[in-house]
């Protein structure tokens, strides 16, 4: 064998290892830490602008890919809570996390596994925090929306010290055992119908003050008409009596001079 196809026999595996050692390549959904003898030194991609086929030193830099999407933890299993109004419920819930940064997810977690059972965990606790200060009938129906944002504050709080940023906090199912969910529904039910009857209660009492206010201008107004022509109130009052006496079908023998007719021979009633 010639020097020359020596040369190429063994260079090219030997520049195709060290190619290899010292070319990675970043996509534009991942982003990197690149290590040198285990000591972080740079970041690639955290901003989504930098993909390509990068250069290393090699054997002597390693790098960490990491996601930029993101990504989802959906527990297995349900988490108990005790409520305020101290009602057990099962909830099942899932969050939607990413890591924003790099160097310190590396330093607290290493990898995503690792961070999934951080995550696992914190989720587990801001729950029993959270859903525990509040009443059940705002976990089941009320104010699930404002606790799910109150959880996802709260592990924000807790993530961020790991490089990650939760995105979204969801309940997917929350729950009452078997055993207890006919007894807060009723409870339920109650309070709805209490409610209801206080509004009706409430409506009876304003319609009340409105026809006994009606009533009062009425007879005010009434009262104002006859003093301004009490002669006219007289014939009209006897004109209303006179309506009232004799239904239809109505025979009456009255003297004509009674003083009950005393307006049908004079409008001030005279003789």
Do not use: C
């Not at 995503?112 to 976990?139: F, K, P, Q, V, Y």
């Not at 929306?145 to 309940?171: C, F, H, P, W, Y």
């Not at 969910?181 to 709805?192: G, I, L, N, T, Y």
């Amino acid at each position: 064998m010639s020097t020359r196809n020596f040369a190429l026999f063994f260079g090219l595996p030997v520049a195709m290892i060290f190619a290899s050692a010292s070319l990675y390549s970043v996509s534009q959904t991942q982003q990197a830490l690149v290590l040198q003898f285990g000591k972080p030194m740079r970041v690639v991609n955290i901003e989504g602008d930098d993909a390509g086929i990068k250069l290393k030193v090699p054997f002597t830099e390693a790098v960490q890919i990491y996601d930029r999407r993101v990504l989802e933890l959906s527990p297995d299993g349900e988490s108990e809570i005790v409520t305020a109004d101290q009602e057990r419920l099962e909830v099942k819930s899932f969050i939607r996390w990413r890591i924003t940064n790099p160097l310190r997810f590396y330093q607290a977690v290493k990898d995503e596994n690792n961070a999934r059972d951080r995550l696992e965990g914190l989720l587990e606790a801001s729950l029993r925090r959270i859903l525990g200060a509040a009443a059940s009938s705002d976990i089941i129906s009320g104010r699930r929306s404002q606790l799910m944002n109150a959880i996802k504050v709260n592990l924000n709080v807790e993530t961020r010290q790991l490089g990650i940023e939760v995105v979204d906090v969801r309940i997917r199912a929350a729950d009452l055992p078997q055993a207890n969910q006919e007894r807060v529904f009723q409870r339920m039910r109650s309070e709805r119908e209490q409610a209801a009857a206080q509004v009706r209660a409430n409506g009876e009492r304003r319609a009340q003050e409105i026809r006994g206010g009606a009533d009062k201008d009425r007879a005010k107004i009434i009262a104002d008409a006859y003093n301004q022509d009490p002669d006219f109130a007289a014939f009209y009052r006897s004109m209303q009596a006179y309506d009232k006496s004799f239904p239809a079908g109505t025979n009456m023998v009255v003297s004509p001079d009674s003083d009950f007719f005393r307006y049908f021979n004079s409008r001030k009633g005279g003789g």
